[in-house]
């Protein structure tokens, strides 16, 4: 019980320690919230977040001269994967394992709009867009820019429906 306490709380410092560091290196604003431990912000890319917004358990790989930016109030759930770098499924895998690997990857800066809400379990691909006021289903695969006010879910993710507008 009480080694289940010291490990709880050593985990919780961790992980307080991280953020700090993150909120040091990419300037975030105060009101950005992370959830309680286990987003990874890695690469030499930048990252930007708008007012207002959370990510929750996120893995967010950024490559050298690349980006991520969330818009104001977005919500990332737990376990969403954002890279801006991947293999390219349309090159040749090269037999050789000491190969030129850049020429085989697709990379994009990733660009999230305002009022966003990612489910869980989501993956985003490099070079994508996803406009304001858009919800991802849970378990999708965005390959694709996602417009303003929509709706997406699937693998890979398409379009459900427009959200309704008041």
Known sequence: MIAAKIFTFLESRKWQHAYSQY?????????????????VIYG????????????????????????????????IAHNVRIY?????PDSDLDVDPWGNFEKQTKTGNVLIGDGVWIGA??????????GNNVVIGANSVVTKDVADNSIVGGVPAKLIRQKLTY
């Open 84 to 88: 801006t770098e991947s293999m390219d």
């Open 44 to 75: 030499e890319g930048d990252f930007n977040a708008g007012e207002c917004s959370y990510v929750n358990q996120a893995w967010i790989q950024i490559g050298k001269n690349l980006h991520v930016t969330f818009g104001r109030n977005c919500r």
């Open 23 to 39: 909120r040091k290196r990419y300037k975030l604003p105060e009101s950005f919230l992370f959830g309680a431990h286990g987003t």
């Open 121 to 130: 379990n989501v993956f985003i691909n490099p070079g994508v867009t996803i």
